[in-house]
């Protein structure tokens, strides 16, 4: 019989891994900056964010200003000396649409769905990073024709910091929302929608409700565009959405569904990835006393995740990217949120505030002090007592709402 081989530590096992990426990690490292000096030598401009938008500045199609909206003080419900957020003055940034025209073909779009011209890497998202690891794209892509090119996102998707349903509602569908608002019907309804695909359920189903069939998406990776005009939109903050995206998603988006009727909820939604919480069977116990009902975490339609949000009165869970959909909430309705103590950002409680909602906030013990980034993936702790007293708190003398 053989004998099992042991099982080595965990240390061990993540040196091992270090090792094994290391000269692929050297590789990039080496080609990207090799890249950056030779397309700099060759007068080629990687423009920033600002820069990008006054180059485009003739091309506007239209510009929505940045919010300015005051953020009261999140205290613990039961313990009011415990500060979880402090009053803040807050601001998005500026977003706009441009509509670029192609006259000798000017412009093209590269593979990770960024656009370019002949002296500038135009930058509409967060960095032209990308555009080094797009120096080593070695895959042939097929060619097709469009007089009008929606390039909605420019980097590629790598599952760690790009790629989740956070980042394609806001960053992706809120652009094509705002697209679709300033264009004509015609220019909308026959454009090509070109770039780095997500490759999920919920990316086509989203695409479909804003009225964009699978024959006019393409994988910039894959296709290469030639096009006779190119629209453009830039991301704003990357977590602080402007105002102006979150109106275009709920009016796109909020008609084409069934609208709620009837005795609105009190749900939980549950994360059985990362920031899961170590305790949950107790805590439900607790949930279902308030008459909570929990949503398990499992794949559901986009209708079915909207359905349940536009349903909720209060709804309580893990920080996670589910909260997007408090975009479909209906006004006045209350998110509580549960943290880490080592990771709890603010941007769910900033879009609680443009959306007319209640926002409130947890944690277990004192605030962390370390890197943020080290505590993304901590699970959670919640002490039922004390979140018992903070549900008494938001219960106190409520009914049910309906609709």
């Not at 003080?73 to 192609?102: H, M, R």
């Not at 509602?169 to 090509?192: H, I, P, Q, T, Y």
């Not at 402007?242 to 009727?261: E, F, M, T, Y």
């Not at 008459?291 to 909207?306: C, G, L, N, Y």
Request: hydrophobic share 40%; net charge positive; aromatic share 12%.
């Amino acid at each position: 019989m053989n004998t099992p081989l042991p099982v080595r530590p965990t240390w061990l096992q993540a040196i091992s891994r270090k090792l094994r990426r290391f000269p692929a990690k050297m590789g990039y490292l080496l080609v990207g900056k090799g890249s950056r000096w030779l397309y700099r030598r060759l007068g080629v401009q990687f423009l920033d964010k600002p820069q990008t938008a006054a180059l485009l500045a003739p091309n506007e199609r239209s510009t929505y200003p940045a919010n300015r909206f005051s953020l009261s003080q999140v205290a613990d419900l039961a313990n009011p000396s415990k500060i979880y957020f402090k009053p803040t003055q807050d601001e998005s940034e500026p977003v706009s649409v441009w509509v670029v025209g192609n006259a000798d073909g000017a412009f093209w779009q590269l593979p990770y769905g960024s656009v370019r011209d002949s002296r500038h890497v135009l930058c509409t998202d967060i960095n032209t990073d990308d555009f080094y690891r797009n120096v080593l794209h070695r895959t042939s892509r097929k060619q097709r024709n469009t007089k009008t090119l929606l390039a909605p996102w420019s980097h590629y998707l790598d599952g760690v910091v790009w790629g989740g349903y956070f980042d394609f509602v806001l960053l992706v569908l809120g652009k094509l929302c705002r697209m679709k608002e300033v264009l004509s019907a015609a220019e909308f309804n026959d454009a090509l929608v070109a770039y780095p695909l997500f490759d999920t359920p919920y990316e086509r189903e989203f695409l479909w409700l804003l009225g964009i069939s699978v024959d006019r998406v393409v994988d910039s990776r894959k296709t290469h565009v030639q096009f006779e005009q190119c629209v453009l939109a830039n991301t704003g903050h990357w977590f602080y959405p402007n105002k102006a995206d979150i109106d275009a998603l709920r009016r796109q988006i909020l008609p084409k569904l069934p609208a709620p009727v009837g005795k609105r909820n009190r749900v939980y939604i549950s994360r059985s990835g990362r920031r899961r919480i170590i305790n949950e069977s107790a805590l439900i116990e607790l949930l279902r006393s308030h008459d909570i009902e929990i949503i398990e975490d499992k794949p559901r339609t986009v209708a079915e995740q909207i359905a349940i949000y536009q349903n909720a009165e209060f709804i309580i869970g893990p920080h996670g990217a589910s909260f997007v959909n408090i975009l479909w909430c209906q006004p006045g309705t209350h998110l509580f949120e549960l943290f880490a103590p080592t990771y709890y950002p603010d941007f769910y409680r900033n879009m609680a505030e443009q959306l007319g909602l209640q926002y409130s906030a947890y944690f277990h013990g004192p605030a962390g002090t370390g890197d943020w980034a080290k505590g993304l993936e901590d699970d959670i702790y919640v002490s039922v007592d004390e979140l018992e007293q903070c549900l008494r708190k938001v219960f106190v003398n409520t009914l049910p709402l309906e609709n």
